[in-house]
């Protein structure tokens, strides 16, 4: 093995993959995460559950160069990942996968826009949807770029989420937390119509920057 690679990171990586395979957000098939450290972007494998990830399997990218340095296929949404730490400052993780109720608003352009929950509007003011790119291609980056310049956290037309974060915990977080807004705000429009919080409640917390 390479003696930059960090096995901690690779740790985190298995960590925090078994605890989003546990709760039903990333499967073998669908879900990807990573980790960009000292220059390397460690990856999760392509089609591997994240309960088997492993520091054999875990692809681990020289980013100056691009060359692989270890681990298996990598995931199909590398060049996704890959483009999100260059979105801006501050950005050492990132994770794609298809919550249920995240990606049901994803397939249907439904963003998470409510002013009924002020929970929603601290963490995230609200979650757009990104417009529909080819996933695996370049173009998936580039099209969620603007939108994750003022946002951490975007669904991805027809696809699913991608949070990105300072550290791996705290995008998988945001995505734990999303996901429980969209499941309550579907329970809450089955019991009724949601209330609004007050209007100046809603400006500050609008007001309020989002943390990194």
């Known amino acids: 093995m390479d003696a930059r690679i960090k096995t901690d990171v690779m740790d985190m990586l298995m960590e925090v993959g ?16 990573s980790v960009l450290d000292a220059g390397l972007l460690y990856v999760t ?12 399997n875990i692809c681990v990218f020289d980013e100056s160069s691009g060359t692989q340095l270890s681990g298996g296929k990598a995931s199909s949404e ?10 801006k400052a501050g950005v050492g993780a990132a994770i794609h996968c298809h919550a249920p ?15 009924c929950h002020p929970e929603l509007l601290f963490h995230f003011k609200d979650i757009p949807v990104v417009p529909y790119a080819m996933p695996g291609s ?32 705290l995008a998988c977080q945001r995505i734990v937390a999303a996901e ?5 705000m579907s329970i809450a429009r089955q019991i009724g119509t949601p209330v609004d919080i007050p209007e100046t409640e809603i400006m500050r917390l609008l007001a309020r920057e989002l943390e990194q």
């Open 101 to 115: 109720y995240l990606t049901a608003h994803a397939i249907t352009h439904v963003p998470l826009d409510f002013r």
């Open 45 to 56: 494998p392509a089609r591997t559950s994240k309960k088997k990830l492993n520091h054999d």
């Open 180 to 184: 429980k807004f969209a499941r309550v």
């Open 78 to 87: 590398t060049k996704m990942h890959r483009g999100a730490y260059t979105v």
């Open 138 to 169: 370049e173009d998936m980056i580039e099209t969620a770029r603007p939108y994750l310049l003022h946002r951490n956290l975007v669904l991805l037309g027809n696809h699913g989420v991608l949070s990105i974060a300072s550290t791996l915990a």
């Open 18 to 33: 078994a605890e989003m395979e546990d709760m039903g957000l990333v499967n073998t098939f669908e879900g990807n995460l």
